[in-house]
């Protein structure tokens, strides 16, 4: 690959270039369980599964999907939580070289019709209790052959097997329910009990398409990314490559971000398999008890995941109390990182935090602070290795602007999809002559660093000047009262657009409009400062805990409509 100047930034022992290995999504499984058999691969409460246990576990739900015509290309849809049978049937698809169609669990039924017909779902693989609410009442408007339905207590042991029915009957809503099999309705646990493991045959190419991974849907209709045993596999290697400490066989990794979620994917279930590492399972990101209690307890290494849930570790009431050495390395991607709440959470714990960046388009990853070399505070850090990007003209989209000019951020490497699934003039917009336009703004600096500043559909213009929400945000985020902020444009009559803010106070917190326009003022240029504030309980967030500036935006054109 071409030297960049970000190369040398580089941690000592981290290339440019990349020997990758050619091994497919379910190799990587399959040679963990060969190195390691005894090593534990999976814990989800008091559930422990070996890698030797898992291979088998994967091996017979393969053969049962495989002779329910699963193969090749097959479009199997997963629709569940953090659990164990998530990790089981992803591989599984995976060995017979099919399409997992990753499916949030929190869909609605128009979501999930509308994934399950464009990725034309044959099989799906879903909860009891979402089978019963959504599923069960869908089957003829959907173009699913065969269901397969977990129930979360399933793999636990005992007394927690006994015990788990009574505390999700009693959840609202409940998550479980009673489910017979049928005629095209199987019980996963039963089903993989009674399935030997005789696998077909199956030949990999690397350029198979190995998930169809959906866009959240916030610029139209949600579109599927094709993402290859390559994209996935290779992106998994990077980062791999990128945290040299990592001891294989040997490290313990949360797993709170949710599998249907790229991020979640690729660095929560897929990295940890190729090294050999022990996944603890959250199914509820936002369960902050029970999440302290899974670092402490288990002694959790490896932490992916959100600033907001680093902020609200921080948060938790006597969390100088608990043991949270164990953590290593963490790597936090999704939203912008405020600084306090990085300094406070490694202050709490030892451990690193990297700031990285990724879209579903790449698998996700594209940059990444370096852990042991200079880590710049704000930025996403630099590209990975055998990772190229450039900051163009936001308006031609080809001419590079120079260093510290904002412009759209545009990448090329492996890790970049084949394309959207049957919408050949989106992903011709999207990827141009191998460049995928990422449509975030973002500077660089003389390093090579990168800052995003925005989103393009996310731009303020307000009186000709070009205002950036996310710099506002880190701004307000600094305020000691302050716990989240999310700042829109709203309509204004003179200046185009005007500046508003929402913020979430801490617990006790109190500030005054006044103070925080005063406080702005001092950080930012009089045209950036808000014009207008609301104060709320909570913020609308995404399943991945990302702040929704589109649903604010909505319920203000509502509110003035």
């Not at 209709?221 to 045993?229: F, N, Y």
Request: with cysteine; glycine share 8%.
């Amino acid at each position: 690959m071409e030297k960049r100047i970000w190369h040398r930034s580089y941690d000592e022992g981290v290339e440019a270039e990349i020997d990758f290995q050619d091994i497919p999504i379910t190799g990587w499984l399959s040679r963990s369980a060969r190195l390691y058999p005894d090593r534990p691969a999976v814990v989800f409460m008091n559930c422990r599964m070996t890698y030797s246990q898992l291979d088998e576990q994967v091996d017979r739900l393969a053969t049962a999907l495989a002779g329910m015509g699963v193969g090749r290309g097959t479009s199997v849809a997963i629709h569940l939580p953090n659990l164990p049978q998530t990790v089981i049937s992803f591989f599984a698809v995976q060995r017979l070289a099919a399409r997992a169609v990753m499916t949030n669990p929190l869909y609605v039924p128009r979501e999930i019709e509308h994934q399950f017909k464009d990725a034309v779902v044959e099989v799906a693989i879903t909860a009891d209790f979402l089978w019963e609410r959504h599923l069960r009442g869908m089957r003829k408007s959907l173009p699913v052959r065969e269901y397969i339905v977990a129930s979360i207590p399933e793999y636990l042991r005992f007394p927690l097997n006994l015990l788990a029915p009574l505390k999700l009957k009693s959840m609202d809503p409940p998550s479980i329910a009673k489910v017979e099999a049928s005629d095209g309705v199987h019980l996963f646990r039963k089903l993989v009990d009674t399935t030997p493991p005789a696998l077909p045959e199956v030949e990999y190419s690397m350029d198979d398409v190995a998930c169809i991974q959906y866009t959240g849907g916030t610029t139209g209709v949600s579109k599927g990314a094709e993402l290859t045993q390559r994209n996935i596999s290779y992106n998994a290697q990077q980062v791999m490559t990128w945290f040299r400490g990592i001891r294989e066989g040997e490290e313990v990794l949360l797993s709170c971000l949710p599998f249907f979620h790229i991020f979640g994917l690729t660095v929560c279930m897929v990295w940890p398999a190729l090294g050999g590492a022990c996944m603890v399972l959250m199914p509820n990101p936002r369960d902050i008890p029970t999440m302290v209690k899974n670092i402490s307890k288990e002694k959790v290494s490896l932490f992916p995941a959100l600033p907001a849930l680093f902020n609200a570790i921080n948060q938790f009431p006597g969390i100088e109390k608990r043991d949270l050495s164990s953590v290593r390395y963490c790597f936090s991607g999704s939203a912008p990182l405020p600084e306090e709440v990085q300094r406070k959470f490694e202050t709490l714990t030892g451990a690193i935090i990297v700031e990285g960046f990724g879209l579903t388009e790449t698998s996700p990853v594209l940059t990444v602070n370096p852990l042991n070399g200079v880590r710049k505070i704000g930025t996403i850090g630099i590209p990975v290795p055998e990772t190229d990007v450039r900051i163009v003209d936001p308006v031609d989209g080809t001419t590079e602007v120079p260093v510290g000019t904002e412009g759209e951020l545009v990448a090329r490497g492996p890790q970049v999809m084949k394309g959207y699934l049957n919408r050949p003039e989106e992903t011709a917009d999207m990827v141009r002559d191998g460049w995928l336009h990422t449509g975030d703004l973002a500077v660089a600096d003389e390093d090579g660093y990168l800052r995003i500043v925005g989103r393009l559909k996310d731009l303020i213009i307000a009186g000709g000047y070009n205002i950036f929400p996310d710099e506002i945000d880190r701004v307000l985020a600094e305020h000691p009262a302050v716990l989240e902020a999310c700042t829109i444009g709203i309509p204004d009559e003179k200046r185009g657009e005007t500046v508003k803010s929402f913020l979430v106070l801490n617990k006790g917190g109190s500030v005054s409009e006044a103070e925080l326009a005063e406080f702005c003022r001092e950080r930012l240029a009089a045209y950036k400062v808000p014009k207008f504030w609301e104060f709320r309980d909570e913020l609308p967030k995404s399943a991945m805990m990302k702040l929704l500036r589109r649903e604010l935006r909505a319920q203000e054109i509502a509110k003035n409509a």
